[in-house]
């Protein structure tokens, strides 16, 4: 620690943050600079240096690609299945924080236990469940089982937030007469507002950017998504490294969209709910 006019300044944990903000950085800059090349030139100029002929082929060639229908298609299977898991997961929460008894423990119990169950481990009973019920090759193939998985985290970001609500408010609500459903819609989700961001947030995350579920639950072009439409530019013995740098650029940019909305809700979530 150094002092400077009464302040003190950590000046080794700053050049940390200097140092992670460079590495976090360069990458971002790298992606963004190499998708204005032409594809000759990728490996031709310096990596790092700005191109001397900027051009747009590359984001030409991506929306060339049907990419559109795949952006659809991967904005449709995460609004879903943000919307599943909260309609499941905030009655959820609310009923685990709110009764006591033996029997809603143990839910809560079942519901964490998930968490130690690594998606690797269920792809084939996945699979031949999503077989069997007959929606393979469909974005309900891609909805559910995200769904499922997203809920374990879910509830406990959710019960520890609800668990910091005062329980005076409660008990309010109860002597105006209001019924459990009435309490939860007007007390308990405006309170737990920045929770529910940054689970719908970090839920569309993982969704958006999956690969494991759209590889294996899926086959036609009509219901690919973004993770799996990069394979569009690679080809037999050449990839398109523009190509695919352009559609990452895209593809970031809705999820990049959400998070700078909700990024205040976002960090008073992941910063709530933990301090007992």
């Known amino acids: 620690m150094i002092r400077i006019k009464g302040r003190e300044y950590n000046i080794i944990a700053g050049a940390l943050g200097w140092i992670w903000l460079l590495v976090t950085i360069v990458p971002i800059y790298y992606i963004v600079v190499t998708s204005l090349r032409e594809s000759n030139a990728v490996y031709a100029d310096n990596p790092l240096?700005?191109?001397?002929?900027?051009?747009?082929?590359?984001?030409?060639?991506?929306?060339?690609?049907?990419?559109?229908?795949?952006?659809?298609?991967?904005?449709?299977?995460?609004?879903?299945?943000?919307l599943v898991i909260l309609l499941v997961c905030i009655p959820a929460a609310y009923v685990i924080v709110r009764r006591t008894d033996v029997g809603t423990r143990r839910l809560y119990k079942i519901f964490i236990s998930g968490l130690?169950?690594?998606?690797?481990?269920?792809?084939?009973?996945?699979?031949?469940?999503i077989i069997k019920i007959g929606l393979y090759d469909t974005l309900w193939a891609l909805i559910l089982p995200?769904?499922?998985?997203?809920?374990?985290?879910?509830?406990?970001?959710?019960?520890?937030?609800?668990?910091?609500?005062?329980?005076?408010?409660?008990?309010?609500?109860?002597?105006?007469?209001?019924?459990?459903?009435?309490?939860?819609?007007?007390?308990a989700l405006p309170m737990v507002k920045p929770a529910v961001i940054t689970v719908a947030i970090y839920d569309a995350l993982n969704v958006w950017n999956g690969f494991l579920f759209p590889l294996?639950?899926?086959?036609?072009?009509?219901?690919?998504?973004?993770?799996?439409?990069?394979?569009?530019?690679?080809?037999?013995?050449?990839?398109?490294?523009?190509?695919?740098?352009?559609?990452?650029?895209?593809?970031?940019l809705p999820i990049l969209a959400a998070y700078i909305i909700g990024r205040r809700q976002m960090v008073a979530g992941l910063t709530a709910g933990f301090g007992k």
Do not use: C
Not at 54 to 82: C, G, H, Q, W
Not at 224 to 244: A, E, H, K, Y
Not at 246 to 252: G, K, N
């Open 216 to 252: 294996i639950l899926t086959q036609s072009t009509e219901n690919r998504v973004i993770p799996l439409s990069l394979w569009l530019f690679q080809g037999q013995f050449t990839v398109d490294v523009p190509g695919i740098l352009a559609a990452v650029v895209i593809s970031v």
């Open 146 to 187: 995200s769904a499922a998985f997203a809920i374990p985290i879910t509830i406990l970001i959710l019960t520890n937030f609800l668990r910091d609500v005062p329980q005076s408010l409660f008990e309010a609500m109860a002597v105006d007469g209001a019924s459990e459903f009435k309490t939860m819609i007007q007390l």
């Open 116 to 129: 130690a169950i690594p998606m690797q481990a269920t792809i084939i009973p996945v699979y031949y469940l």
């Open 49 to 82: 240096s700005f191109p001397e002929h900027p051009t747009l082929s590359a984001y030409e060639r991506v929306f060339a690609n049907d990419f559109l229908m795949y952006v659809k298609n991967s904005v449709i299977v995460t609004f879903v299945t943000v």
